[in-house]
């Protein structure tokens, strides 16, 4: 019996181990310098600004293919258009921490992310845990241009995903950040928008759920109060 009591003690010590790795997903870490000079060079080689696709595109609601081949040409040239259109944006508009392919048009499973410190790529990503805690927010999308939906998220997840070289990654019990804007990717590669199911408090008093992005820059304290988090921009 005791043997049994020790064996199981030293399993939960060993899960609660696992489960407290957790990984810090802004570390500059994951940035590859390949990747930020292969980006560069593709830039330069293609000048004109890559077209988000706009509620109503057809490739925001298509299923998305997994990766099977990293090192296909298709596919690395789809993803540096990826991470040019995401960094373009973020020029432009000062804002913007992650695309999802079918975001320009690729109907697969990739997602990339600057997350203040560089691109990185989440390749076939998929969440393996998330938390029963929640969170409320206004949330965007590139896709949808000045509108906001009030959404419900999972306060922290877990993902694994394949990276730029083609290892397996795990990103365990993310904060709240990085938990939310994977949750809204995630979604996108699902055929998902975030206008599908905004979230409805039981006691709204006829509060809206989507609103213009005009109307909460005139009254963001009031729109503020109505949710419990409020994403912080990286750039
Ligand atoms: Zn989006």
Not at 90 to 118: E, P
């Amino acid at each position: 019996m005791l043997k049994l009591h020790r064996c199981l003690f030293s399993l939960r010590s060993i899960h609660q181990l696992y489960r407290s790795k957790s990984t810090n997903a802004y570390s500059s870490e994951w940035i590859l310098p390949a990747l930020q000079q292969d980006l560069e060079k593709f830039s330069s080689l293609n000048p004109l600004p890559i077209s988000i696709c706009l509620i109503g595109d057809p490739h925001l609601r298509r299923s998305n293919e997994l990766v099977l081949n990293l090192k296909d040409d298709f596919v690395q040239a789809a993803k540096l258009r990826l991470h040019l259109a995401l960094a373009n944006f973020r020029r432009k508009n000062g804002f913007g921490r992650g695309i999802s392919a079918c975001q320009i048009g690729i109907n697969l499973s990739m997602i990339a992310l600057n997350l203040g410190y560089g691109p990185l790529t989440l390749i076939n990503p998929k969440i393996t845990w998330s938390s029963s805690d929640t969170i409320t927010m206004w949330d965007d999308c590139m896709s949808i241009p000045r509108i906001l939906v009030k959404k419900q998220r999972a306060k922290s997840i877990s993902i694994e995903y394949t990276d730029d070289n083609g290892n397996e990654q795990k990103w365990n019990e993310l904060d709240v950040s990085v938990s939310e804007l994977l949750q809204h990717e995630m979604d996108h590669l699902n055929g998902i928008l975030n206008i599908d199911k905004p979230f409805k408090d039981d006691n709204a008093n006829g509060k809206e759920s989507i609103i213009s992005m005009d109307q909460y820059e005139k009254d963001k304290n009031y729109f503020d109060q109505q949710v419990d988090y409020t994403i912080v921009p990286t750039v």
